[in-house]
Structure formats: C-alpha cells, structure tokens
C-alpha cells in the first residue's frame, strides 16, 4: 500500500513495494498540520506548498560582479545589476607582485562594498515582506557582503542552499524563479521489511 510522509524539510512518497521518493520543496518548513504519514500517495501538500506565491529576495555575488531583485512570485518588481573590475591573481614573483596583491584586494574590496550598498538599497525595504532570501555566487563574497551591518535583517531569512550561477547579469537574476521554486526529488532507497 502506498503512503505519504510529510516532515518538515521534506515529503517522501512511499510505493506499494516500499520504493522510496523524497522530494525537497523550496522554501522549508512545511506546514506542521500536515505533518507525519498519510495512506495512499497524496501530492496535494507539496503542490500548495510549492505554488504558493511568496516574495523572495535574490542576492547573488561573485568577485567583480553582483545582481540583486525581488521577486513577487516570478515577477521581478526591483533589481539592481553592477560590477567592478578586480584584476585577477598575479602569478609571478618579483618586487611588483606585493604592489598588484594590494592592488586587487583593495579591488576585491570596494567591489564587495559596492555589493553590499546594492543589497542594503534593493532588498532592505522590502525586508519586512520577504518570505526569504536566495543566495548565490561564491560563499565568501556572500558571507563578506552578508556581513555589512545594514543587511542584518536579511540574514535569518537567507536560505541555506548556495545557488552555483555564472556571472552575475540580469538575464542570470531574470531567470533564478526557475532554479529557486524548483523542488529537488531523489529517489531513496526501499524500506526492507
């Protein structure tokens, strides 16, 4: 007999044969009433889940570029595109190498600040009405821009999952509903009996 089991971060589908489906929804935890096992495969709570229309902050940050929007559902109501150059490493040695070292950091630097005035413009009046925050890029830039004292009211709603995206364009940010509303299913093994 086929069951379904809703927990918190996920909803497992459960076959006659004891073949097992776990789907990761967007967007945890599930409602708490729906909670626990039900007979007969019931898709019902994951799809009001995954289709309720929620606002979403998207901050998405890579050295020398960075991309941040607010969704309403898919629609894209406020973003803010930018970059900056940063060199990239110097690879010999020599008595200029220092020089260009310091060069680029202060590059990496102002960069992540410019990033981090964008973020504090976009998404922090919209804090109040955000469901969540989806994050992408590389880590440390986030957790540096992420940092900044102006953007403490985001980070208990970032989400923990860091998206992999390219450069950070306005066409990557256009197109991130597709990756952050999408729900993650994998299949999980049988129950043996």
Same mark, same amino acid.
């Given at each position: 007999?086929?069951s ?8 497992v589908?459960?076959? @006659?044969d ?8 967007p967007? !945890? !935890? ?10 007969g495969? #019931?898709?019902a709570?994951?799809? /009001? ?14 050295? @020398? @570029? ?5 969704f ?6 406020d973003?803010?595109?930018?970059? $900056? ?15 260009f070292a ?5 590059q990496? $630097?102002?960069? &992540?600040?410019?990033?981090? #005035?964008?973020?504090? *413009? ?8 955000? #469901? ?5 890029g590389?880590?440390?830039? =986030? /957790?540096?821009? =992420?940092? /900044? %004292?102006?953007?403490? !009211? &985001? $980070?208990?709603?970032a989400?923990?999952r860091?998206?992999?995206?390219p /450069?950070? *364009? =306005?066409a990557?940010?256009r197109?991130? !509903?597709?990756?952050? &509303? %999408? ?5 999980? @093994? *049988?129950? $043996? *009996?």
């Amino acid at each position: 007999m086929a069951s379904t089991e809703i927990g918190e971060e996920e909803v497992v589908f459960v076959a @006659g044969d004891r073949a097992r489906v776990a789907c990761e929804p967007p967007f !945890p !935890p599930l409602a708490s009433e729906l909670r626990g096992s039900h007979a007969g495969f #019931d898709p019902a709570p994951l799809l /009001d889940h995954v289709r309720r229309e929620r606002t979403v902050g998207v901050l998405l940050v890579r050295l @020398g @570029g960075h991309a941040v929007g607010v969704f309403e559902g898919v629609r894209l109501v406020d973003s803010k595109v930018g970059s $900056r150059l940063v060199h990239a490493r110097h690879r010999k040695g020599g008595s200029s190498s220092g020089r260009f070292a310091r060069r680029r950091e202060g590059q990496a $630097r102002a960069a &992540l600040e410019q990033a981090a #005035d964008v973020a504090a *413009r976009v998404l922090v009046p919209f804090a109040a009405r955000l #469901d969540a925050v989806v994050l992408g890029g590389d880590r440390r830039a =986030l /957790d540096t821009v =992420l940092g /900044d %004292a102006r953007l403490a !009211p &985001l $980070r208990e709603l970032a989400i923990d999952r860091v998206l992999d995206v390219p /450069d950070p *364009r =306005l066409a990557v940010l256009r197109a991130m !509903p597709e990756r952050f &509303l %999408a729900t993650i299913v994998r299949p999980s @093994g *049988r129950i $043996r *009996r």
